[in-house]
């Protein structure tokens, strides 16, 4: 059998050769690369390790600072910053190695719960990215977890995990919501304060931020430098969180009592209230409803219910002369555009106790006194007659009551609040005096306060020259000049703490970041306004407002205290159209004041707005739980009935056991009302019914339905009945005194009020004041007529 052999092929000398020469220039190439390499290495090796260096990121980072707390009075933190972190992905980095991508997904989906295929379709569609925010504002507790994952050191640090990291910020928080939203302001997304304390202050809360940079020192080596952050300084308020929750709630009960009461919207358009030590101008509380969440300021929840703004901030006209307003609506929500919006939540932002102008009305008066006291043009034993109204200057000038007082002494002026005693004061003051007078109380002039958005006045006072004969007959009662809740409250604690005026003042020091005091605050006398005997004066005649028999103001006295105060009804402008501002200003205790306090109700949700009692049944609320809460000792004995009301509070009841009943109430629609055991709920002769709940019925003008006090019938009743503690509505108190000329006149059934036989207009059972208007002349300065919104 033959075998086949294969043939080996043969490695010939040729080819060796160029195997050789082959090996000989790659040889000969590779040397002269590497000859090349040293040279260049040893003459521009630094040049180019710079240039390729220099090609690298090396951006600084920003540290972010922290800005200050605002504190209250007792240290209670009323805004903070709070650090969050950015979720930010390196998609370069993570495809930097193939091991690093799935990891890396999977830890994010797993920690934050993202979707997957978002994270792995951004990191294939930008493979460079180095800079992409995943997620905003996530706490420490969110991140604590994957933060382990990218710690070395840590016992779950998994080195795999790359590309993620995490941005610094911070957020201002606020504690206790729309607590004192007006006094605190809050910020912009980039750190910004606007609005109250935080824009008046922000310089102060503000820090500066720090930096880390990146940089190749001489040996090419790269360094880090790191500048810190510095912080802001805090600030101490004078507010007192308890005291402010306290007005805050009598502030949000009215709104609950009085909303869609006789128009849709809320209980007033306004109402503000302030707090202020009288003896060095701490503003101890301060608050105004509507009010907003300062966590949530565009939540358009709080716009419903307020009067509609064009893009100046001035309210529209409703369809009437008599409307207050056009009120907002969710409907009215849905067709706004953004920027409609924008208008009507600065006019909710805005502090109503420093930004909103009006004529203050009768609290004007002690100012009046004051006056001629002062200058020595009365000296308050003097007695005029009142015959309902003056002729003056063309105009015919009612006073409230313009069937006549009689004979009424300065201190009774006061303390019926007559119009003609004050204007034959002012005849005898003159122009002049008046004017000076004025400015020396700060009419006219900013406080100067320290929160932002502080109301302009000049220009919205008379000066002597523009001071007609009818200018300053209503002036003397607080009509045709405008002013702020804080100019007043300022001004009245300088007629009652001996004549010191104050420059009001809401932060009391400045604290930097760690706790120390670098500056305090002292309570600073701009100027004395009156003498301490006048002062005594105006406190003796302000006392009998709550304390005298015909006093307006006796609503106002909280149980176990006197105290001495000033009631107040303006007619807005323009006049005759049934739309008042109300208030009450006060002080307690009476014989030593300590605390003033000044309510004001502008445009109260009713058919009858022209009611002091609107303000004086907040205060007698607030003062009641304010004035032991403050530790001043009670100074008048507590009667049966104050004791109940006393420890209801105490147990935070909402409200008191129902009185004895004796006539079966019933609802708007003639049903009877029941209680919780399904009897019917009987009322006393002149009480203001309530229903199942404790509210007042309301007849379909708006105003409370009263049990006829002649008759034990149910009757239309007036909106001016007193709301009593924790929104039982008590009787009006009867006037001892003989009847006044209109308590003879006939009652119109439908509303409950007396009918004048020569006008044919309604007039108030109570006081007798025309519900169509007192007829005031229209002379206001120019620039004055709608309050400022």
């Known amino acids: 059998m033959r075998t086949k052999r294969s043939k080996a092929q043969k490695f010939t000398i040729g080819m060796k050769k160029k195997l050789l020469v082959l090996f000989m220039i790659v040889l000969t190439a590779f040397v002269g690369l590497s000859i090349r390499l040293i040279l260049i290495n040893r003459d521009n090796g630094k040049e180019y390790e710079k240039q390729v260096l220099s090609q690298q990121k090396y951006d600084s980072t920003t540290i972010p600072y922290r800005r200050g707390e605002i504190l209250d009075a007792n240290g209670t933190v009323l805004a903070y910053s709070e650090k969050v972190y950015n979720i930010i992905l390196d998609a370069k980095l993570i495809l930097s190695k193939e091991e690093y991508l799935e990891p890396t997904v999977s830890a994010l989906v797993r920690c934050f719960g993202f979707e997957e295929g978002e994270i792995r379709n951004y990191i294939t569609d930008h493979p460079d990215s180095q800079y992409y925010i995943l997620s905003k504002q996530r706490s420490y507790d969110e991140i604590s977890e994957f933060q382990g994952l990218i710690t070395p050191g840590s016992e779950t640090f998994d080195q795999r995990i790359q590309g993620v990291w995490f941005e610094e910020n911070y957020i201002r928080k606020y504690p206790n919501g729309s607590m004192a939203c007006d006094v605190i302001g809050f910020t912009t997304s980039d750190n910004n304060g606007v609005f109250g304390l935080e824009e008046y202050y922000n310089d102060v809360l503000s820090g500066s931020n720090g ?5 190749l020192d001489e040996d090419s080596n790269l360094e880090r430098t790191t500048i810190p952050a510095t912080d802001g300084n805090s600030i101490v308020t004078t507010i007192d969180g308890n005291l402010q929750s306290i007005v805050e709630k009598y502030l949000q009960e009215f709104n609950d009592t009085y909303k869609d009461a006789f128009r849709e919207g809320n209980g ?3 109402i503000g209230c302030v707090v202020m030590d009288v003896n060095n101008g701490d503003v101890l509380a301060m608050a105004s409803y509507p009010k907003f969440d300062l966590n949530d300021t565009k939540n358009t929840d709080n716009l419903i219910g307020m009067p509609r703004v064009d893009e100046r901030g001035l309210k529209i006209a409703g369809e009437s002369v008599l409307d207050s307003g056009v009120y907002i609506t969710q409907e009215m929500l849905d067709e706004m555009s953004d920027e ?4 009507n939540f600065n006019a909710l932002w805005r502090n109503f106790c420093i930004s909103d102008t009006y004529e203050p009305g009768s609290v004007a008066k002690p100012f009046t006194v004051a006056t001629g006291i002062e200058a020595g043009c009365i000296t308050g034993n003097e007695v005029y007659e009142c015959t309902g109204k003056m002729d003056i200057g063309g105009h015919e000038i009612y006073c409230h009551n313009r069937y006549g007082d009689g004979a009424v002494s300065v201190e009774r ?7 003609v005693a004050m204007m034959k004061i002012g005849q005898v003051i003159g122009s002049d005096t008046f004017a000076k007078f004025q400015k020396t109380f700060g009419f006219g002039l900013k406080t100067n306060i320290d929160l932002a958005g502080e109301a302009r006045t000049e220009g919205l006072t008379y000066s002597a020259e523009d001071m007609g004969s009818s200018e300053l007959a209503t002036g003397t009662f ?3 000049f405008n002013v702020d809740m804080i100019e007043m409250i300022s001004a009245f604690s300088s007629l009652v703490n001996g004549g010191n005026f104050y420059e009001p003042h809401v932060v009391k020091k400045i604290q930097n970041s760690s706790g120390a005091t670098i500056k305090s605050i002292e309570p600073r006398v701009l100027r004395q306004t009156i003498s301490e005997s006048t002062s005594k004066k105006i406190i003796q005649y302000c006392n ?3 304390a005298g028999e015909e006093g307006t103001g006796k609503t106002a006295r909280p149980a176990g205290y006197m105290i001495g105060g000033k009631t107040g009804t303006a007619e807005t402008i323009p006049r005759k159209n049934q739309q008042y501002v109300v208030s009450f200003m006060g002080y307690a205790p009476a014989d030593d004041p300590k605390i003033a306090i000044y309510v004001v109700v502008d445009r109260p949700n009713a058919r009858d707005q022209a009611d002091a009692k609107f303000a004086t049944r907040v205060v007698k609320k607030v003062l009641t739980e ?12 507590v009667t049966e009935e104050e004791q109940a009301e006393l420890d209801a509070l105490r147990e935070q009841e909402i409200m008191m056991a129902a009185a004895k009943k004796t006539e079966a109430t019933v609802d708007e629609n003639g049903n009877p009302l029941l209680d919780e055991n399904g009897n019917p709920i009987t009322a006393e002769e002149g009480d203001i019914l309530l229903d199942e709940d404790g509210n007042p019925v309301l007849d379909e003008d708006g105003n409370p339905v009263m049990v006829d006090d002649a008759e034990g019938e149910v009757s239309g009743g007036d909106a001016r009945g007193e709301l009593g503690e924790d929104s039982i509505w008590e009787k009006i108190p009867e006037d001892e005194n003989t009847e006044p000329v209109w308590k003879s006149f006939e009652i119109d059934p439908e509303t409950g009020y007396y009918i004048d036989p020569d006008t044919g207009g309604l007039v108030s059972p109570e006081d007798g004041h025309p519900l169509e208007g007192d007829g005031l002349p229209d002379n206001v300065p120019t620039g004055t ?4 919104y």
């Open 211 to 215: 930096r880390i940079y990146g940089y």
């Open 268 to 270: 007033a358009n306004n």
């Open 340 to 343: 409609e919006k924008m208008w």
């Open 413 to 419: 002026g006061i303390e019926i609040s007559c119009n």
């Open 478 to 480: 607080g009509q045709g």
């Open 544 to 546: 009998q407002v709550v």
């Open 626 to 637: 304010a004035l032991p809460y403050l530790n001043i000792p009670m100074t008048e004995p």
């Open 785 to 788: 007529g709608e309050e400022g």
